[in-house]
């Protein structure tokens, strides 16, 4: 079964730091994009970032463009994202997911259960 | 690319048939995916491509349109159906989530 876990939530001040990780399983990893979502609490579902399977093309929500870094390690199946200058409005479940495609189709599937990053002083 | 969904929350009994619909700010193709989240869980694929559904999700599940609109109907709700419904436009950077709409009981 297809499967993804992310770690490296918690509690951050203010224009501080943090990178979040996701490991990919049961799938040939390098093959996919892979992408982050995140979701205030209460509130609906926001893209954040996406990545190409070979790494070299990234994309990014405005509201994260200059402060958020999505990177990934083939050889580790792994997904990054570094999150800078963080802000309160970052504060979120973020969740990673695997882009899949096809010729006129592509959705995310499946999700990681999410980590929460919280942002206060 | 703005996605509205509507309404954004509705009450339903048992039995009932339910209809979300999503409309695209410009078009997107069927570049369109249907999520189903429950409380406290991660988002799930119900529908991509518009209409195509996801293996493993029951045939009550049904999407339609391309362009800007799109639907998505759930013949007769079922206890486990009521929860929180998104759209995704997968059709360009950056992509976009519907605002959601929320299924409660009646």
């Known amino acids: 079964e297809v499967q993804l876990v992310e770690s490296g939530g918690g509690l951050v001040q203010p224009g501080g730091s943090l990178r979040l990780s996701c490991v990919g399983s049961?799938?040939?990893?390098?093959?996919?994009?892979m992408s982050w979502a995140r979701q205030a609490p209460g509130k609906g579902l926001e893209w954040v970032s996406a990545i190409s399977g070979s790494g070299g093309s990234t994309y990014y929500a405005d509201s994260v463009k200059g402060r958020f870094t999505i990177s990934r390690d083939n050889s580790k199946n792994t997904l990054y994202l570094q999150m800078n200058s963080l802000r309160a409005e970052d504060t979120a479940i973020y969740y990673c997911a695997k882009f899949n495609g096809a010729s006129s189709s592509r959705w995310f599937d499946p999700w990681g259960q999410g980590t929460l990053v919280t942002v206060s002083s | 690319i703005q996605l509205t969904q509507s309404p954004s929350s509705l009450s339903a009994s048992v039995g009932d048939r339910v209809t979300i619909t999503c409309r695209a700010s410009?078009?997107?193709?069927?570049?369109l995916a249907w999520y189903q989240q429950q409380p406290g869980k991660a988002p799930k694929l119900l529908i991509y491509?518009?209409?195509t559904l996801q293996s493993g999700v029951p045939s009550r599940f049904s999407g339609s349109g391309s362009g800007t609109d799109f639907t998505l109907t759930i013949s007769s709700l079922q206890p486990e159906d009521f929860a929180t419904y998104y759209c995704?436009?997968?059709?360009?950077?950056?992509?976009?989530f519907g605002g959601g709409t929320k299924v409660e009981i009646k």
């Open positions: 410009q078009g997107i193709s069927s570049y």
């Open positions: 995704q436009q997968l059709n360009s950077y950056p992509l976009t």
């Open positions: 049961e799938f040939t990893f390098s093959s996919y994009s």
């Open positions: 491509a518009a209409s």
